[in-house]
C-alpha cells in the first residue's frame, strides 16, 4: 500500500519567492496533518484537518503560511513570500481519526525547503 | 511551550551496551505514543503505551508509562548500529483533539 506522498522531495528558492508543498495522505485517513521539523526546535505541529475540515492553526507561524485540503486525497502548503527563516523540513502526516486520539500518524518523507 | 522533554538529547555508544531514553512532561497524558525517524525519512511509529505503569516489548525495546501518566521511558538492551535515529514520544493531545505534542527528541548513534 502506497503511504503518505508528498512532494517536492527538495525545493531551493530565493526569498521572496512562493513555495508550495504537497501531500496525498493515505487512502482513507481521514485526518492529515502538517508539521515543520528543525534542530533548534524539533517537530513542530502547523495545522491539522479532519474530513478536510482546517481543526486547529495556531502552529502557522504567519499569515504568510496558508494550508488547504480541497479534498480528502490531497492537501498543500503555501508559502508567500518565503524568508530563509523558513528553511526546515516539512512533513505531512495522516492518520484514522477514531473515537481515541492515540491513533498513529503516518508520515512522508518530507520536503527539504531551503530559502536563499 | 514544549510539553514534553526527552533526555537526554544527544547519546552516542558502543554496540552491545545498553540505554535508557527518557520523555517528561508535567502533563497527564491518556496516551502516549513511541516514534523513531532515521535520516531522510519521516517518523515511523514503535508502539502507543495508553495505562499507567504499563510495559511493553519490541524486541530489545522496552516501553514504560508512568503511573501518573505523565512520563515514559524507552530502554534498548545491547544495542545495535540499525538502532541509530532519532527517538520521538508523543502525547495525544485535548480530550476530542486527535492532535499529537511531540517531545524536543534523542538522537542516538550506535557506534560499530
Known amino acids: 500500500d502506497a503511504g503518505v506522498i508528498q512532494s517536492p522531495r527538495h525545493e531551493v528558492t530565493e526569498m521572496g519567492q512562493e513555495v508550495t508543498l504537497r501531500c496525498k495522505p493515505i487512502s482513507g485517513h481521514n485526518s492529515l496533518f502538517w508539521y515543520r521539523q528543525t534542530m533548534m526546535r524539533g517537530l513542530e505541529l502547523l495545522i491539522y484537518f479532519n474530513n478536510n475540515v482546517p481543526i486547529d492553526d495556531s502552529g502557522m507561524p504567519e499569515d504568510r503560511f496558508s494550508a488547504k485540503m480541497p479534498n480528502a486525497s490531497f492537501s498543500t502548503l503555501k508559502i508567500q513570500p518565503s524568508e530563509p527563516r523558513d528553511s526546515a523540513v516539512y512533513f505531512c502526516?495522516?492518520?484514522?481519526?477514531?473515537?481515541?486520539?492515540?491513533?498513529?500518524?503516518?508520515f512522508g518523507d518530507g520536503t527539504r525547503l531551503s530559502i536563499l | 511551550t514544549q510539553l514534553l522533554e526527552q533526555s537526554p538529547q544527544f547519546l552516542s555508544i558502543q554496540e552491545g551496551e545498553n540505554l535508557t531514553v527518557y520523555c517528561n512532561s508535567s502533563s497527564v497524558f491518556s496516551s502516549l505514543q513511541w516514534y523513531r525517524q532515521e535520516p531522510g525519512e519521516g517518523p515511523v511509529l514503535l508502539v502507543t503505551v495508553v495505562t499507567g505503569g504499563e510495559v511493553k516489548k519490541l524486541k530489545r525495546l522496552t516501553f514504560q508509562f508512568g503511573d501518573a501518566r505523565k512520563d515514559s521511558s524507552l530502554h534498548i538492551t545491547a544495542a545495535q548500529p540499525g538502532d541509530t535515529g532519532l527517538y520521538l514520544c508523543?502525547?495525544?493531545?485535548?480530550?476530542?483533539?486527535?492532535?499529537?505534542?511531540f517531545g524536543t527528541g534523542t538522537r542516538l548513534t550506535v557506534i560499530p
Open positions: 502526516a495522516s492518520s484514522l481519526r477514531g473515537s481515541h486520539s492515540n491513533q498513529p500518524q503516518h
Open positions: 508523543a502525547g495525544d493531545g485535548p480530550f476530542g483533539a486527535n492532535n499529537l505534542f
